[in-house]
Structure formats: C-alpha cells, structure tokens
C-alpha cells in the first residue's frame, strides 16, 4: 500500500514537500516514481528514482523538483521549490514497472499553487 501525503495550498514560488510511505515493500528495492494529474488531465510521470538511486524528471519541474528516498522510514518524497500555478494537481506515488505503475492507486495529495 502506497499512501501519499503533504500536500496543500501554497503561493506561486513557494516550497512543499510530499511524502509517500510504503507498507507491504521495502521500497528501495524499486524503482520509484511520482505522478500529477491536473484538472482535465492525463496522469503522467514527473520524477522517479531508479533503486540505484538514478533519478530523471520531465523538463517542467527540472531544477525544481527533487526526488528522494529515506530507507529507514521506508517513504519516498518530493521536494517541490519554486512552484507555479501550472503544477496545481494531485500528486501519486507507485512502484515503477519500466515506466509503468505498479500498483492500484492509492490516494493522492492535492498541490494547490495560488497566483
């Protein structure tokens, strides 16, 4: 089970971080990754982390989003600086299959970036 949190309302240019703490894994062991969905959007893939510790993002959030996993917590989290109203979403986390999730979906954090 994967559960999301940390979420919230933040201004433009404001900092949130997010965590996603597994049961059931030993989440290092795999390959991480993040997801957003927005309104009227897919959900797509914005950072993961290889269990190697390779980490890659998609263009919009480079520099802006970090990746990172504490293994004694056994929690994945997204560090998220300089945020824009266009990274409003809810934000997932799952167990990376390729690029695929693994997992059913837990419950997601909505990040809400005010103007």
């Known amino acids: 089970q994967l559960q999301a949190s940390g979420g919230g309302l933040v201004q433009a240019g404001g900092s949130l971080r997010l965590s996603c703490a597994a049961s059931?894994?030993?989440?290092?062991?795999?390959?991480v990754g993040w997801y957003r969905q927005g309104p009227g959007n897919e959900r797509v893939l914005v950072a993961q982390?290889?269990?190697?510790?390779?980490?890659s993002y998609i263009d919009s959030v480079k520099g802006r989003f970090f990746i990172s996993m504490d293994s004694a917590r056994n929690t994945a989290h997204l560090q998220m600086n300089s945020l824009r109203p266009e990274d409003t979403a809810v934000y997932y986390c799952?167990?990376?299959?390729?690029?695929?999730?693994?997992?059913?979906w837990g419950q997601g954090t909505l990040v809400t970036v005010s103007s």
């Open positions: 059931g894994i030993i989440f290092s062991r795999y390959d």
């Open positions: 982390m290889s269990s190697r510790g390779i980490t």
């Open positions: 799952n167990v990376l299959t390729g690029v695929s999730p693994t997992y059913n």
